[in-house]
């Protein structure tokens, strides 16, 4: 039993202190020797292009499909500052609920082809609902 435990102690505490002599990674150059293995890349999550990746056209889908009501606002805003209060607010909700399904309907495309390319290129400008309601009521409000 005394062996076994031996054993046990010797693969926890010893093995990893000669696996970390052997295996030296110089983070400072942009490769990792380790044993016998020369030059292996290191990946720079920084450099990933996200924007070009199928995960940028799937959080668009996502993202706008969760926002796509915002659209009521800004065309309410929108036709307010343009003309007057009432027509904003009465032909602002139509515009708005036709601006909002396309919307959310380019929102399920994007969901639905998000592996297809192209990946940076949004269907409707701007690319995210909230960015045109921002837009909006900034305009509007101040």
């Known amino acids: 039993m005394k062996k076994i435990i031996m054993l046990i102690c010797a693969i926890v505490f010893v093995m990893p202190v000669v696996f970390n002599i052997c295996a030296q990674a110089g983070y400072d150059d942009d490769y990792v020797e380790v044993g016998t293995i020369q030059r292996v890349n290191v990946i720079d999550a920084d450099k990933i292009p996200y924007e070009r990746t199928p995960l940028n056209k799937l959080e668009r889908g996502v993202i706008n499909a969760l926002t796509f009501w915002l659209e009521l ?63 909006k009521m900034r305009e509007l409000f101040w």
């Open 73 to 135: 606002p800004a065309e309410v805003a929108k036709l307010s500052k343009e003309r007057d209060p009432a027509y904003g607010t009465s032909v602002g909700m139509v515009n708005g609920t036709i601006t909002g399904a396309v919307r959310l309907g380019t929102a399920g495309f994007d969901m639905a082809t998000f592996l297809v390319p192209s990946y940076d290129k949004p269907i409707m400008k701007p690319e995210f609902a909230y960015q045109r309601a921002d837009a």
